[in-house]
């Protein structure tokens, strides 16, 4: 295809950059959309998880005959009963420092006689409704032989601990180290100054809107399951549940259809899933499973939990010379799909924006008896970026420099890009200095301390704190894409990604839209069925559109080019002279046209009308941004309000501003939630106190400001697009920025040095008092 070709597409309406209204929406505000508790089969069952009541303890079940008697009950599975299933798989079980393997401990899909946290799984019933499985479960006589918990990291590893697994003779889950010890103790040995915290990035209960459920379906002709399931990826889970049962990926049909958010939680598969099947296929009937709300905090993965220690050395200017890092990360009482991971994705970005030469960071996964941890949005790197935002102010302060001209002596600069950092990332762009310099410009921030007296004499005080972040996302890898032309017109694009909530229907099909002159509304997104994509990545590490969004563009432009070249035979001209606008192929300058459904139609090969774009990417993109927090403190009450919140980042490029504003937005209100809300709570007996929206709470709309946001982008080398990626920025960005903000005011009001998060108004009572 020459250039020239490439541009006869008229000016486009709906292409790169355009905020066009999400297409997804109608559905989704008509009460029109399909999630997977929507769905029904004739003849379906539904099933209730008998869950351990204690954190740790032995027990034994007997009455399984008496519950099978209950009224509606078909079906009761025990550990024993699924014993030939493989746990659910831990996919990250790497290599530790001394050469050993990390033991592998997956979650069972029923624990036979030990159970290891609240809400573990001891017994599968199904009935013909929820409530008689329930009453059944009553009938069940389950003797709990309570041993001690274990719920504190630091506990934990007392040699006096009560082990979540006695043959390893610890609860040490794993070790792991990233960086060069002998370089960085070096720049310790000549540092003229040493700055040191310690932090709790505290454990998240996701929370979206709608619980995990699944519909399984035994098909005994074709020896086929059908799992309609709630998912961000149904290719992952087809691969899960042929490891945990044994099965070839023929034999296992996923599908996923409308999300209800998923944050990363919904990346992995759970033991429900399995066991659905196995009781469809036992009793050949449908069997639905469907989680309710104190279910997601006793069962589904949690986020964060970490201790860490951090050290910066320093030159006698205040310049960084090296970081040493100290991490605790809390697996829980099994290790999740990719738990152990997270913490290696915080070391990867533990310099952040920074020219720091040297790094050695030492992690510890701790088994405890608590629900597993995995990745929650941004999986390790909100985690990274929290820990030295956090430990920069701390150096500011030591050295009596500003926050902002620390980070100014100590960022990247743009000539040095490419840029390889200590852990061994290749930024390719980032100019840092000149997108904080202009938040702060927006934040008003030279005019802090005239709205902090201003707050004063309303008995009230503020503070003010900043965070210049970067993130890794849309790591090394491909999405294909595929596209074909229908009959009437329109163009399907099937693609193995599987939108949350993000508005990749209206992304991917603007995106298609430009190269094909058609109306965005025209494109029509297919995912979430293994059946009709043999492979897929799914939706995590901002990976859709900035790997996915490339290979929709490409196929797209190889559909036009073959549009063009039917459109020339059909018309008689040269397909140069060819120009698409509007769901036409037109003679460039004449009335001479044929509409794209005229084409489909006439068209003797199928394959004409098909395409498929792909675009292999070699390294991770790495957007960044500052973003400036201002809160206010009421002392009478300890009340914490965000007033102001200041954002501009770097995207490489906008797809959609509306799509884009939507994503930071939700972002920095979670990371607003984990800073001064958020609280998950165990007592000493590992009895999980905040297990529901009445105790655990999460940001409401009266808790967030309106949002200053705009982009200063600078056009990523990697992507072939200048895509940098922004699903998971905004709460990169804000933990830091809010709890810098509150440090602050804490600081000037009372001297107070240090703070953690949550900042709830019971912990900050507590604060100030003391």
């Known amino acids: 295809m020459n250039e020239a070709m490439a541009n006869k597409v008229a000016p486009p309406k709906f292409g790169m950059g355009k905020a066009l209204r999400r297409i997804e929406d109608d559905a989704l505000i008509t009460g029109r959309g399909r999630f997977t508790d929507d769905h029904s089969a004739e003849g379906m069952l539904h099933a209730y998880v008998v869950r351990s009541p204690v954190a740790h303890g032995t027990f034994t079940i007997r009455g399984v005959s008496e519950a099978l008697k209950s009224k509606g009950v078909h079906l009761v599975l025990t550990g024993e009963d699924v014993a030939s299933m493989q746990p659910m798989p831990c996919k990250v079980l790497f290599e530790q420092p001394d050469g050993t393997p990390i033991p592998a401990h997956g979650v069972p899909v029923l624990c036979m006689d030990t159970v290891r946290h609240v809400g573990d799984g001891v017994a599968f019933i199904v009935a013909d409704s929820v409530d008689e499985a329930k009453d059944g479960a009553e009938l069940l006589e ?22 979540v697994y006695p043959d390893s003779g610890s609860n040490l889950a794993y070790r792991n180290f990233v960086g060069d010890r002998e370089k960085t103790e070096a720049a310790f040995d000549n540092a003229s100054h040493i700055s040191e915290i310690k932090i709790i990035n505290n454990r998240l209960i996701c929370n979206y809107l709608e619980p995990r459920s699944c519909l399984a379906e035994w098909d005994a002709d074709k020896e086929r399951f059908e799992v309609i399931v709630c998912s961000q990826g149904v290719h992952s889970v087809q691969s899960d549940l042929c490891t945990v049962m044994g099965l070839e990926k023929e034999q296992v049909h996923v599908m996923t259809r409308d999300v209800g958010g998923g944050f990363g939680t919904k990346v992995f598969s759970y033991r429900e899933y399995p066991l659905a099947m196995e009781a469809a296929k036992r009793l050949g009937r449908p069997v639905k499973w469907t989680s ?25 200017d205040g310049r960084f010379l090296a970081i040493k890092v100290d991490l ?115 934040a008003r921030w030279d005019n802090f301390d005239e709205r902090n007296e201003e707050a004063k004499s309303r008995g009230k005080f503020r503070g003010i704190g900043m965070a210049t972040y970067v993130e890794a996302c849309a790591f090394a890898g491909s999405e294909p894409a595929f596209v074909e032309l229908k009959d009437d017109g329109s163009v399907d694009l099937k ?95 004449t009335d001479r046209a044929v509409t794209f459904a005229e084409l489909a139609q006439s068209a003797s090969d199928r394959e004409q009308l098909q395409a498929e774009g792909n675009f292999e990417q070699a390294e991770a993109t790495y957007p960044n941004g500052t973003h ?22 770097d995207f490489g490029v906008t797809v959609n501003p509306l799509l884009l504003a939507g994503q930071i937005h939700g972002g920095v209100v979670q990371g607003i939630g984990q800073c001064l809300h958020e609280r998950t709570v165990h007592d000493e007996d590992g009895q999980l106190l905040s297990a529901s929206l009445m105790d655990y709470c999460v940001p409401r709309a ?43 005011a804490l600081r000037r009001e009372y001297g107070i040095e240090h703070v953690d998060m949550p900042v709830t108004p019971g912990i900050l009572w507590g604060i100030i008092k003391r």
């Open 702 to 744: 009266d808790d967030i400001p309106n949002f200053s946001f705009e982009t200063r982008n600078v056009p990523s080398t990697t992507n072939a697009l200048g895509i940098k990626g922004a699903g998971e920025a905004g709460t990169i960005g804000a933990c830091p920025a809010v709890m810098n903000s509150v440090a602050n």
């Open 628 to 649: 400036i927090c201002e809160v206010e403190i009421d002392p009478a009450t300890a009340s914490t309000r965000v007033i102001a919140y200041t954002i501009v980042d």
């Open 292 to 316: 309710d709300r104190t279910e997601h905090f006793l069962a589904d993965a949690h986020g964060r939990d970490n201790i860490t220690t951090a050290k910066m050395a320093m030159d006698k």
């Open 142 to 163: 389950i003797d709990y032989e309570m041993l001690d918990a274990e719920v504190d990291m630091n506990g934990a590893l007392k040699e006096d601990a009560s082990l």
């Open 495 to 589: 693609i193995g990604t599987q939108s949350n909530g993000q508005g990749h229907a209206t992304a991917y099909a603007q995106l298609a839209a430009e190269k094909l002159g058609l109306d965005y509304t025209k494109i029509n997104l297919r995912q979430g069925d293994t059946d009709e994509l043999e492979k897929g990545g799914g939706t995590g590490g901002s990976r859709s559109v900035p790997l996915g969004g490339v290979s929709a563009t490409r196929a797209a432009q190889s559909l036009a080019d073959k549009i063009r070249d039917i459109a020339a035979d059909k018309l008689e001209a040269s397909a140069g002279d060819i120009e698409l606008k509007n769901g036409e192929a037109r003679i460039v300058g």
């Open 328 to 442: 605790m990360a809390n697996m829980g009482a099994y290790l999740h799909c990719f738990g152990p991971f997270i913490p290696n994705l915080a070391a990867m970005m533990t310099t952040g924006v920074y020219d720091i030469a040297a790094m050695a960071m030492d992690i510890r996964g701790v088994f405890t008896n608590t629900v597993s941890t995995d990745a929650y949005r941004g999986a390790g790197r909100p985690e990274a970026a929290y820990l030295i935002e956090r430990l920069v102010e701390k150096c500011a302060l030591d050295m009596g420099l500003s926050s902002a001209e620390i980070r100014h002596r100590n960022f990247i600069k743009p000539e040095q890009m490419p840029y390889t950092t200590a852990s061994g990332r290749k930024y390719d762009t980032g100019e840092y200095a000149q997108h904080m310099k202009l938040c702060m410009e927006r």
